[in-house]
């Protein structure tokens, strides 16, 4: 299936799946490799150092200094990775709703790291997002 560019089609079939597990945002010196009892979901390398993104037991038993307890919402819906607006209005929505969000696109879909006391608020404004998404002319600001 080619992957999804248009935005309402976006919005509307995006599905949003609460994946299990906590997660959090840790990072390590750029120059330092990965712990081997680590499993990152994510690894992202800056300039300050090296971000991973690991279940929050991993982090615990490996001693890492971590921040940001989330859950990890999927949406399915495989989006191109040249959409337009598509995290703009997810994004949009959450900030209504006060909940923060660390996004990330990957090859197939979108991925929302969210606080774990807002996953269900979160999970609840996306519902409502996919059943009126707003129209092509709506704007976002």
């Not at 712990?35 to 150092?49: D, I, M, Y």
Request: charged content about 15%; glycine content about 4%; proline content about 7%.
């Amino acid at each position: 299936m080619p992957a999804e560019r248009d935005l309402t089609a976006l919005l509307k079939n995006m599905k949003p799946e609460l994946q299990p597990g906590i997660f959090v945002f840790c990072t390590i010196a750029a120059n330092a490799p990965v712990p081997a009892a680590l499993n990152p979901l994510l690894t992202f390398r800056e300039q300050e150092g090296t971000t991973l993104v690991v279940l929050r037991e991993e982090a615990e038993a490996a001693g890492l200094n971590c921040a940001f307890p989330s859950r990890l919402i999927t949406l399915t819906v495989h989006s191109a990775l040249d959409a337009v607006g598509f995290l703009a209005a997810v994004a949009a929505r959450l900030a209504d709703a006060g909940i923060s969000v660390n996004a990330v696109s990957a090859f197939h879909h979108d991925h929302l790291f969210v606080p774990v006391d807002r996953a269900d608020d979160a999970m609840a404004a996306l519902s409502e997002i996919a059943l009126s998404p707003p129209s092509k002319n709506a704007s976002m600001a």
